[in-house]
């Protein structure tokens, strides 16, 4: 099995069908939820797995202000979760982010997504506050100092 981790750029994403899928097949919710929460997003980034040559997981994200990235969205493909995928995307990405010059990377998750929750803090980061969505859905903000 080869894993190849690689950058889609955000105009390869526009037409990319295995991308949109996989987000339609994690998150349950049409691609264009996706591309309009995309659009205006400063410094995006999208780091992909393939396995054997196909998207087995992603990791989107962009710049939030000065020096700090937001780590948004990301997802591994059903049949390769709990194989390392989502913990080697988040440890690449953090490098790339340290050698771009971020010095914080933030993410927000929910309670009831226990996995990506502990993969967070087992990566260094710490939970510095809380708040309801606007479903009234308790989010936690998590943040990394690089």
């Known amino acids: 099995m080869k894993d190849t981790y690689h950058f889609i750029s955000e105009s390869e994403a ?38 054997n040559g196909e998207l087995a997981g992603f990791k989107m994200g962009y710049e939030q202000k000065n020096g700090r990235y937001y780590s948004w969205l990301g997802g591994i493909k059903a049949e390769y979760r709990k194989q390392g995928l ?25 309670n009831k997504w226990r996995s990506m929750l502990i993969l967070n803090i087992k990566c260094g980061f710490d939970i510095i506050g809380t708040y309801t969505d606007s479903k009234g859905e308790p989010k936690i903000i998590l943040e990394k100092k690089l």
């Open 86 to 110: 989502a913990s080697e995307l988040m440890k690449r990405q953090h490098e790339w982010l340290k050698r771009e010059g971020y010095h914080s990377v933030q993410t927000k998750t929910k």
């Open 14 to 51: 526009v037409h990319h069908e295995e991308l949109h899928q996989l987000y339609e097949d994690i998150f349950g919710q049409d691609r264009k939820i996706l591309f309009a929460e995309l659009k205006g997003k400063k410094k995006l980034s999208i780091l992909a797995v393939s396995r």
